[in-house]
């Protein structure tokens, strides 16, 4: 049996190819080495993967792609801890660009860019990834992405630029104070999940001119900033993963295709493609 991840910081997804059936799916929290230890990422396995644990001494093969899984000694914290719940199975470990980079690149030279939660690109040469300079996390960065979104809408509605009956149904929604978002933002930790959980709002608001204006400031700092720093961008495809871009993927197309982008995949999720790509693989073991 083959097992294939895609996790980020909040939330593992997990499916186990069966034979003679369709894979199993499973869900568990994020595995991100930057935050957790190794015995840290074993206590979430037992605790929350344990439908999936029930076939461990059958997975021959696992493939885990994971946000901060991006050098020799974090792939060798979540290998340990993989191997201490799967002690008989192969196991590789790489970054969540380069799963998304296989779900939806495939073998093909491409821009795969990341807008959920946060916001990312990177260059695939059909082999490996290239990270470029971005990638710099919702203070510094992700553009275009949930953190962004929520906080352009907070900071619209606290400064009151915010129009009166759209800041109604956002006080409605949210009845948010200063302070309240000082402490979320600024003192608890997840500052970046607490911004992006606001962007569901722009749903409710999207056929508005402010909503449509919001989303179109949002892409294109992100095509200008991200997308065009490839110097060549408008020769290879841009595909598109996380919920940010499957949710507006209207939008961000039509903004794509006038700044001469080739649009490419938008997935919100890479691992159902991801294990299409793996299973499909001539190569024994992708190492």
């Not at 509605?157 to 929604?173: E, H, K, R, T, V």
Request: glycine share 10%; with cysteine.
């Amino acid at each position: 049996m083959i097992l294939v991840a895609d996790s980020g910081s909040s939330k593992t997804d997990w499916l186990l190819a069966m034979p003679q059936q369709e894979p199993l799916q499973f869900r568990t929290g994020g595995l991100n080495p930057y935050f957790l230890t190794e015995k840290e990422m074993v206590k979430v396995l037992q605790e929350q993967g344990t439908d999936m644990i029930s076939h461990a001494k059958e997975v021959s093969e696992i493939y885990f792609f994971g946000a901060g899984c991006s050098s020799p000694d974090r792939h060798e914290i979540v290998s340990n801890a993989l191997t201490a719940i799967f002690p008989n199975a192969y196991i590789s470990v790489d970054s969540d660009l380069l799963g998304s980079a296989y779900a939806t690149c495939g073998h093909e030279k491409g821009l795969c860019c990341v807008l959920g939660t946060g916001s990312n690109i990177s260059f695939f040469d059909g082999e490996d990834v290239h990270a470029g300079k971005h990638g710099l996390g919702y203070i510094l960065g992700d553009e275009g992405s949930g953190s962004w979104f929520g906080k352009a809408l907070i900071t619209d509605y606290l400064y009151g630029n915010m129009p009166g009956d759209i800041a109604d149904m956002f006080q409605a929604d949210y009845a948010l104070t200063k302070e309240a978002v000082i402490l979320n933002v600024y003192q608890k930790p997840g500052g970046n999940f607490y911004l992006a959980s606001f962007a569901k709002f722009i749903g409710k608001i999207r056929d508005s001119q402010y909503g449509q204006e919001l989303l179109a400031s949002g892409f294109l700092e992100f095509i200008e900033t991200n997308v065009k720093s490839y110097q060549q961008y408008h020769r290879y495809k841009c595909h598109f993963v996380g919920s940010i871009a499957y949710v507006f993927s209207d939008e961000l197309k039509r903004l794509c295709e006038s700044n001469e982008i080739k649009v490419g995949k938008i997935i919100r999720q890479p691992i159902h493609d991801l294990m299409q790509f793996i299973l499909s693989r001539d190569e024994p073991a992708i190492m």
